[in-house]
Structure formats: structure tokens, C-alpha cells
């Protein structure tokens, strides 16, 4: 460490130990208690129903594209190209029954 790092890390040491120092403890009583409570049954601003929607719409999002997905690879198994597909699909099928 340089000379400016450790008089930065000294002032800064000492400005903390300052704060400790002036910082006030917390008055314990009935009044912080029912400040804790009012918290804690405060309304949640994701109570409204927010997240829920979020999550159908990226379902719904994730729905549309399986679908798209499907047509187009049902599509393209159908015409000459896609008779490669085709093939590799059904090695795939007999390989598959090897595991059992």
C-alpha cells in the first residue's frame, strides 16, 4: 500500500469509529413494537396481482411460440427438404428403444 492509501484508509477509520460513537441506541418500548407490526401487515404493492398477470402473459408468450414451432416443423417434415427430418427423426426413434 502507498502513503495516500493508507492516510485514506486512517481518515476513514476514523470517521467510523466518529459515527459509532454519536449513533443513539433504539428505544425499545410499545411504541417500536407497533411501528414493527404496521410494517409487516403494511399492503404489498405485488398484492395487486401483478406478478400473476406477468406470469400468464409469458405463458401465454411461450404458448404462442410452441405453437409456431410445432406448425412449422410439421410443415416442413411434410415437403421434400424436410423427408431428411424425417429420417433423422425416426433413427432417433429406434435408438431410443435401446435403453430399455
Given at each position: 500500500?502507498?502513503?495516500?492509501?493508507?492516510?485514506?484508509?486512517?481518515?476513514?477509520?476514523?470517521?467510523?469509529?466518529?459515527?459509532?460513537?454519536?449513533?443513539?441506541?433504539?428505544?425499545?418500548?410499545?411504541?417500536?413494537?407497533?411501528?414493527?407490526?404496521?410494517?409487516?401487515?403494511?399492503?404489498?404493492?405485488?398484492?395487486?396481482?401483478?406478478?400473476?398477470?406477468?406470469?400468464?402473459?409469458?405463458?401465454?408468450?411461450?404458448?404462442?411460440?410452441?405453437a409456431v414451432f410445432t406448425a412449422?416443423?410439421?410443415?416442413?417434415?411434410?415437403?421434400?427438404?424436410?423427408?431428411?427430418?424425417?429420417?433423422?427423426?425416426?433413427?432417433?426413434?429406434?435408438?431410443?428403444?435401446?435403453?430399455?
Amino acid at each position: 500500500m502507498t502513503r495516500q492509501d493508507d492516510d485514506a484508509f486512517n481518515r476513514l477509520e476514523r470517521v467510523l469509529a466518529e459515527a459509532y460513537q454519536l449513533r443513539s441506541e433504539p428505544v425499545l418500548g410499545p411504541e417500536l413494537a407497533g411501528d414493527v407490526m404496521r410494517d409487516i401487515h403494511a399492503p404489498s404493492p405485488v398484492r395487486n396481482g401483478a406478478i400473476e398477470r406477468s406470469v400468464w402473459q409469458v405463458a401465454l408468450v411461450a404458448a404462442g411460440f410452441a405453437a409456431v414451432f410445432t406448425a412449422t416443423a410439421l410443415w416442413y417434415a411434410g415437403t421434400e427438404e424436410g423427408a431428411g427430418a424425417t429420417l433423422v427423426a425416426e433413427e432417433f426413434d429406434e435408438v431410443s428403444g435401446l435403453g430399455d
